[in-house]
């Protein structure tokens, strides 16, 4: 459940603040323990997610330094951004719609295609 929670809303890396209130990461040398648990859980979090892609989708993702961010790069590639799901929808209405059946076409090909669009939607 950790794990998930570190995915979805992103981990609390450990972080210093400078004098002009300037925020950034903490050397791994000043890592208290509770900063070593944080890290660890985005590195599990992280393992999670590669365990369960292939090359090309790894390759996508190598180069992200948490979780959330591998799982936000996945999400735009797969699902797209809120404007393409948008299209996408649109799109499917309209052949809801516009939904008949073909000259020639039987019964159960136009269920399938009837179905297919409705599991879309």
């Not at 323990?33 to 390759?59: G, M, P, T, Y």
Request: contains cysteine; glycine residues 2%; hydrophobic residues 40%.
């Amino acid at each position: 459940f950790n794990l998930w929670d570190i995915i979805i809303d992103g981990p609390e890396l450990p972080q210093t603040i400078s004098k002009e209130g300037v925020k950034s990461l903490k050397p791994r040398s000043l890592y208290t323990h509770e900063d070593r648990k944080k890290v660890q859980l985005n590195a599990k979090a992280k393992h999670v997610i590669i365990c369960a892609l292939n090359s090309n989708e790894f390759n996508r993702v190598s180069s992200c330094a948490t979780a959330k961010a591998m799982w936000d790069r996945l999400e735009v590639t797969y699902e797209g951004t809120n404007q393409v799901k948008d299209a996408k929808i649109n799109i499917l209405v309209r052949e809801y719609e516009m939904f008949s059946m073909k000259e020639n076409e039987i019964i159960s090909s136009m269920f399938v295609r009837f179905t297919n669009i409705i599991n879309s939607l």
